[in-house]
C-alpha cells in the first residue's frame, strides 16, 4: 500500500477519539464585566490593553521562603536564592499596594504538599531528577525552614514582603501550575475575574505554567516584568518574549509595576 492511503490509529473510524465531554463552557472565564472604571496599560506589549476593574485580580505565585531564602527548596535544587528576592519583591510590594487600594481580588498560591506526601508523585518526591537524599520534598535541609514544601513547615510560609493580609484567597498548589488539584478556576469564576495580572517566581516554572493554564481556559493574562524573577536570567528574558510572541499568544507584559499601579490609579470610567 502507498503512503496515499495510510491512515494512523487515531483516524480510524474503529479507534476510540477523545472528546470534550460535559459542559466545556464551565471550564472557561466567565465574560468580563464591561460596565464601571477601566484601566488602560498603555506600553503593554504586543499592544496596550484595558483591565476592565471588575473583572481583574492580582494573582501573586509562589512568594515563599521555599523559593526566595537559603534552606528552602529552591537552594536544594542547586540555585543562588540571594539575589531573587531584591529582583521582584519591590515590584511585587507595588502591585499589592495598587490592588489593594483598587479593591481588586488578590490572590496568593503557594507550592505545598500534605504531610503526609499523598499529593506528591513519586516521580517528583524521588525520581532520578530529584535531589540526592536528604534535600528532597519532605525531608529537612535546615532545621529553621523544617520539612520542604510541606504546608505548615516554617519555610512554606510567604516571605513578609508580599504576605497575604485577611479577606485574600492562598492557593496552596501540589504542582507547578495553580490550576492543578486546587478549584482555583472555580474560585476565579465566582468572584467573575476575567483578566490576571501576574508576578511572582519563578517566571519560567510555576508562573508560565500557570498563566498557560489560564490562558488555555480563557483568562487574559498580564505578566508584570520587574515583579517576576528567575534564578537563570535568560530563562525569564525567554518567557517575557514568548508569552507576547505572535500577537500574545499567552497574554500581555508590562515593563514596570509601577506602571500598572499608575493605570490602576486612574482608571476610566
Known sequence: SSWSSFKPNFLLSSSPMAETSGDPEQHFAVAPKLDGPKAV?????????????????????????????????????????????????????????????????????????????????PMKREGPRCPPPGLRIGEV?????????????????????????????VIKKPGKGAFFLTGLNDILRARNVSHLIFCGVTTEVCVQTTMREANDRGYECILVEDATASYIPKFKEAVIEMVRSQGGICGYTVA???????ALAAKVA
Open 141 to 169: 535541609m535546615k532545621e529553621s525552614m523544617g520539612r520542604l514544601l510541606v504546608d505548615g513547615s516554617p519555610g512554606n510560609d510567604f516571605v513578609d514582603e508580599a504576605k497575604p493580609i485577611d479577606g485574600e484567597v
Open 256 to 262: 514596570s509595576a509601577k506602571e500598572v499601579a499608575d
Open 41 to 121: 496599560l498603555t506600553t503593554a506589549k504586543p499592544h496596550p490593553v484595558t483591565l476592565p476593574l471588575a473583572s481583574t485580580a492580582l494573582i501573586c505565585i509562589d512568594f515563599q521562603k521555599d523559593f526566595l531564602d537559603e534552606g528552602g527548596f529552591g537552594h536544594c535544587l542547586g540555585n543562588d536564592v540571594s539575589k531573587l528576592g531584591a529582583e521582584c519583591l519591590p515590584g511585587a510590594a507595588t502591585l499589592l499596594a495598587a490592588a489593594r487600594g483598587a479593591t481588586l481580588p488578590v490572590l496568593h498560591t503557594k507550592e505545598a504538599h500534605r504531610e503526609d506526601l499523598r499529593d506528591c508523585c
